[in-house]
């Protein structure tokens, strides 16, 4: 598994920005579009949330989030077919020359951390019922941190267009106590429309989008992951490789199988 930029997203957050830019400008040139940046609408919004998820989450959950948010701008490319290659091999030599000859091959041959410590317990004769439990409970645990940094970006999308609506009040209130001068009632009111603005795009254009990529990340890796513990007790109990390779491959096809599904019903898959 290979670690790329994912130019996609600041493409997309890019874009978005954009097309907010140019629909203002349209209408009201370039004046109109520096009449939208309000500093403080920004405090407003963007101060509130990190105030809320301090009452929200703890300190080391916090402190996770930097990482959280690079993991959005990630992606990882899992060949899978070469996953299936792995196995056959692996599969071959075990019944070719033993299980023992593994050790060795898979410090020379194999980078993925996981297969090792699969293919580990399996040389070391750990049972296939231990062997599974052990690496579910793996996949299980990284399932549950994934979601608690998930979780930080949803929180941060619900609050938000909150705090949007918060700093709206504000303004609202600072305007109805300056009806007396005309010449406030326009920034004041200004600002409480800004806020909001900026809390729905906070919300619908970064938090939220960030959110469902690292689920749909957690899911892929989930996946692979499945796929490698097939492969592991495949591999432990001396199955024979073309029935290895028969049994991996309808993971596969099931995978692809539901990708068709999702992009017919109007999703956007990128398949590695």
């Known amino acids: 598994m290979t670690r790329k930029f994912d130019i996609l997203t600041p493409i997309g957050l890019l874009a978005g920005l954009v097309v907010v830019t140019l629909a203002i400008y349209s209408i009201t040139g370039l004046d109109g579009v520096v009449l939208f940046i309000q500093l403080a609408s920004i405090f407003i919004v963007v101060g509130g ?6 009452v929200n989450f703890t300190w080391e959950d916090l402190k996770r989030l ?6 959005g701008f990630r992606r990882d490319e899992m060949n899978l077919e070469q996953l299936n290659e792995t196995f056959i091999d692996l599969s071959t030599k075990a019944r070719r020359e033993g299980l023992l000859s593994l050790d060795l091959h898979i410090e020379n041959e194999v980078e993925q951390p996981f297969i ?3 293919i580990g317990l399996a040389v ?3 049972e296939p019922e231990v062997i599974k439990d052990i690496m579910m409970a793996e ?3 990284i399932e549950e941190r994934h979601r608690k ?4 970006l949803e929180k941060a999308g619900e609050y938000a267009p909150a705090w949007g609506m918060v700093g709206t009040i504000v303004a609202l209130v600072i305007m109805l106590n300056d009806m007396n001068d005309p010449a406030a009632l326009g920034p004041s009111m200004a600002l409480a429309m800004l806020t909001t603005l900026y809390g729905s795009l906070a919300a619908n254009l970064f938090f939220n989008p960030l959110a469902s990529k690292l689920q749909a990340k957690t899911e892929a890796e989930v996946f692979a992951k499945e ?3 097939e492969g592991v007790i495949g591999v432990q109990s ?8 028969e049994k991996l491959e309808a993971f596969v096809r099931k995978e692809k199988h539901r990708f068709e599904n999702l992009s017919g019903s109007g999703a956007i898959v990128n398949e590695a």
């Open 49 to 54: 949330v990190f105030a809320a998820l301090l």
């Open 66 to 71: 930097p990482s959280v948010l690079r993991e």
């Open 116 to 118: 090792k410590k699969g």
């Open 124 to 126: 070391d004769g750990v």
């Open 139 to 141: 996949v299980i645990a």
């Open 149 to 152: 940094g998930r979780r930080m």
């Open 227 to 229: 796929i490698i513990i």
């Open 238 to 245: 001396g199955q024979n490789p073309k029935i290895l390779e």
